[in-house]
C-alpha cells in the first residue's frame, strides 16, 4: 500500500481516537455522506462533454475538481472500514482485498486464478462478447453462492440477474441496470413480463438532449396528474422483480 494512503488510514484512526464527532459516527449516520460524495463526483465528471475526456479537463482544471471529490469519496471508503474495525468487523485493508480478489474472479481473461498476469497471446485473444459472457456467468455463479450462503433460494436470488441491483439506487438508474442486465441474458426475461407496449416513437431518441426533454415531458404530465414519477417507477419494478422472481422459481 502506498504511504499516501496508509497516511490516510492513520489520520482517520487518530480522528476516531481523539475526535469527539468522528468518534460518534456510525455506518448508519454516514450513509447520506456516501451518497453525496458519489453524486458531486459524478457532478464533476458530467460538467465535460464525454467527446471532451481526457484532453480538456487537463486545461480546464477539472482533473483538479475531480481529484478532490474523489478524495471524499475515498475518505469514507476508509472512515466505513475504520468504523467496522473498531467493532471487529474488517480492516481498510480487508476492504482493499475484497474488491482485488473480485476484480481478479471476474476477469479471467487478464489473470489466472492466482492472481497473475495471463501471456500476451491470452490477452490479446479477449473478445468483448467472451468478456461479457463470463462477467455474467461469474456473477450468476457468485450470487448462487451468496443465496446458499443466506439459506435463500438461488433461483429467486439471481432472478434474470435483477436481485443485485442496489435497493436504494435511484428508480431510473434501477430501470437502466435491470434493462441493460436483461439484454445480456441469452433469453430476454422482459419479454414476458407483460410489459404493455409504448407508442412512443423511438425516432425521438437519437440522443441524450431529445431524451431528456422527453423524460421531463413525462414528468411534467404525471405532476399534472398529481402522480410521483419517481416513486411509480419504484414501485412498478419492485412489481417486476417480484414477477420475474416467481417465474424463476417456477419456472
Known amino acids: 500500500m ?3 494512503v496508509d497516511h490516510l488510514v492513520w489520520v482517520v484512526a487518530r480522528l476516531r481516537e481523539h475526535c469527539p464527532w468522528t468518534r460518534r459516527l456510525t455506518h448508519d449516520v454516514l450513509t447520506e455522506y456516501l451518497v453525496e460524495e458519489a453524486y458531486e463526483a459524478v457532478e464533476v ?3 465535460v462533454p464525454a467527446a471532451a475526456w481526457p484532453e480538456g479537463p487537463l486545461m480546464d482544471g477539472t482533473y483538479e475538481r475531480l481529484r478532490l471529490e474523489m478524495g471524499d469519496v475515498l475518505f469514507q471508503v476508509v472512515l466505513h472500514s475504520a ?3 473498531d467493532a471487529g468487523g474488517f480492516t481498510f485493508d480487508g476492504t482493499v482485498a475484497a474488491i482485488t480478489d473480485k476484480m481478479i474472479r471476474r476477469n479471467p481473461h487478464v489473470f489466472h486464478p492466482d492472481g497473475s498476469l495471463r501471456s500476451a497471446r491470452e490477452l490479446a485473444s479477449a473478445s468483448i462478447a467472451d468478456i461479457e459472457k463470463n462477467w455474467e456467468r ?3 455463479e457468485e450470487r448462487a453462492a451468496a443465496a446458499s450462503f443466506e439459506g435463500a433460494p438461488a433461483a429467486v436470488a439471481g432472478a434474470a440477474g435483477f436481485a443485485d441491483v442496489p435497493a436504494h439506487l435511484p428508480a431510473l438508474a434501477a430501470a437502466a441496470k435491470v434493462v441493460d442486465r436483461a439484454a445480456r441474458q441469452p433469453v430476454d426475461p422482459l419479454a414476458g ?3 404493455p407496449p409504448s407508442d412512443l416513437d423511438p425516432a425521438v431518441l437519437q440522443d441524450e438532449t431529445e431524451l431528456g426533454a422527453e423524460l421531463f415531458r413525462l414528468v411534467q404530465h404525471s ?6 414519477p419517481e416513486r411509480a417507477l419504484r414501485r412498478h419494478l419492485t412489481r417486476l422483480r417480484h414477477d420475474l422472481s416467481g ?3 417456477t419456472g
Request: proline share 0%; glycine share 8%; charged share 25%.
Open 247 to 249: 417465474t424463476a422459481a
Open 193 to 195: 413480463a407483460g410489459l
Open 83 to 85: 468504523i467496522a474495525q
Open 138 to 140: 461469474i456473477k450468476k
Open 223 to 228: 405532476r399534472a396528474a398529481g402522480l410521483d
Open 2 to 4: 502506498s504511504e499516501a
Open 45 to 47: 465528471i458530467e460538467s
